[in-house]
């Protein structure tokens, strides 16, 4: 019997997204698995003190610690770039390790960023609390105004930083605005595309540097495992963010990159399943009497419509709303669903609904989330994979028992 050569699949780098998102990435071993395999183990062996110290050294190819590197977590990079479109990425244990060890990567003592003021309750306050700490200020800019950021930048600038659709009032910044305004000011411009996902926004292309994601998220999205990943430059990825993911140690544990790796298998047709119910609802909750107002960038009555058609490919699975009757109004609602789940968490299976004023975004301060609309009548649903008709029949009973 001749054996043919190996098959090659060609370069995964030309596959259209939903190819990437199955088969970027995948190592198998000796098995031939058809799932990737899992590497539970901290550490790796070697056959020589050589190889050791090759591998320490980069000279040999291979793992050295699962703090470092590990084969779960370079499939799950590997395929988080592919989807990205960037040269590499790197994981980390959560979103906010994400955000954070990118920040650190770019800032020294002395520096300055500019921030979008809408963001979730944590990245602001790393950005106002955390980094001040160690001698970086900041100024918190309205997101969707341009003239803001252009006004903000100092002469020590080094940093951008927004989300887009923000969370949790879907508040929308445009990217290439901003980018031109960053590359002016000799900044990195981070953008946090959590809500967008990478299927429906693609921010390099539109001009960022740096991608970041909780990836506990919809990349999960089944509600499993925290995790995070940061998206950029080779040169980026292995420069500083490399050291101080190595030796601070917002490591992803290889189990969770094993469950995140699957999950992208499955994000364009939930993400695309889970946006479509969406607009559906918005439309709903925005003929409802008891809801005052209704933020969908998919809606032409999003002040950020526009621009979120221009940048986006779809318009994510969350919706906000408030409710007529105030905070109590807003309680009275949740209290009164039956299938939706009230939670903080977002980008899941299950939809779930949450009041942003006294959970995710607690920690600021009432004027400060006045400021981004994060009021106490304000709701934040984020649509799962229900039946759209029963996740519609339970915004109908909710309302009817909240006064809507
Ligand atoms: C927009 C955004 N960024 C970052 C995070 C932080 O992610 P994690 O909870 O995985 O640390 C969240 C979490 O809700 C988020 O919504």
Not at 121 to 148: K, M, N, Q
């Amino acid at each position: 019997m001749t054996i043919p050569p190996p098959r090659s699949p060609g370069d995964p780098a030309t596959w259209r997204p939903a190819t990437q998102a199955v088969r970027g990435g995948l190592e198998r071993g000796p098995h031939g698995e058809t799932s990737e395999a899992i590497f539970l183990n901290s550490g790796f062996t070697y056959d020589s003190a050589e190889i050791a110290e090759g591998r320490f050294t980069g000279d040999a190819p291979g793992h050295v610690y699962s703090r470092y590197s590990n084969p779960n977590l370079s499939m799950f990079e590997t395929r988080m770039a592919l989807l990205e479109g960037s040269e590499a990425a790197r994981a980390t244990g959560s979103g906010m390790a994400a955000v954070t060890a990118s920040l650190l990567a770019l800032l020294r003592a002395g520096d300055h960023v500019v921030a979008a003021r809408a963001l979730f309750g944590s990245c602001r306050w790393v950005i106002e609390h955390f980094l001040p700490r160690f001698g970086v200020e900041s100024t918190l800019v309205d997101g969707a105004d341009p003239r803001a950021w252009e006004m903000a930048v100092r002469k020590n600038s080094r940093a951008f930083f927004l989300e887009t659709p923000a969370n949790p009032t879907l508040a929308i910044v445009d990217i290439p605005a901003i980018a031109k305004i960053a590359r002016a000011a000799g900044a990195k411009l981070i953008v946090d595309n959590v809500f967008a996902t990478p299927i429906f926004q693609k921010p390099l292309l539109l001009g960022a540097d740096i991608v970041v994601y909780s990836a506990t998220k919809h990349i999960d999205g089944q509600g499993r495992v925290l995790g995070g990943v940061i998206c950029g430059s080779q040169q980026f990825i292995d420069g500083d963010l490399k050291d101080i993911c190595r030796h601070t140690g917002p490591a992803l544990s290889p189990f969770s990159a094993w469950i995140l790796a699957k999950g992208l298998e499955t994000l364009d047709l939930r993400v695309r399943r889970q946006s479509e119910t969406a607009a559906l609802l918005a439309d709903l909750l925005a003929d409802a009497p008891g809801i005052a107002r209704v933020f969908y960038p998919g809606r032409t009555d999003h002040p950020g419509h526009a621009i979120a058609r221009a940048q986006m490919s779809g318009f994510s699975n969350l919706i906000a709303f408030r409710m007529k009757g105030g905070k109590a109004a807003a309680f009275a609602f949740l209290n009164a669903l039956g299938i939706v789940d009230i939670s903080n968490n977002l980008g899941d299976s299950r939809s779930l609904a949450t009041h942003p004023a006294t959970t995710t975004h607690r920690n600021m301060s009432p004027g400060a989330r006045a400021e981004i609309g994060v009021s106490e009548d304000l709701i934040r649903l984020s649509v799962g994979l229900e039946d759209p008709a029963d996740l519609a029949a339970d915004m109908n009973a909710a309302l009817g028992v909240a006064g809507g």
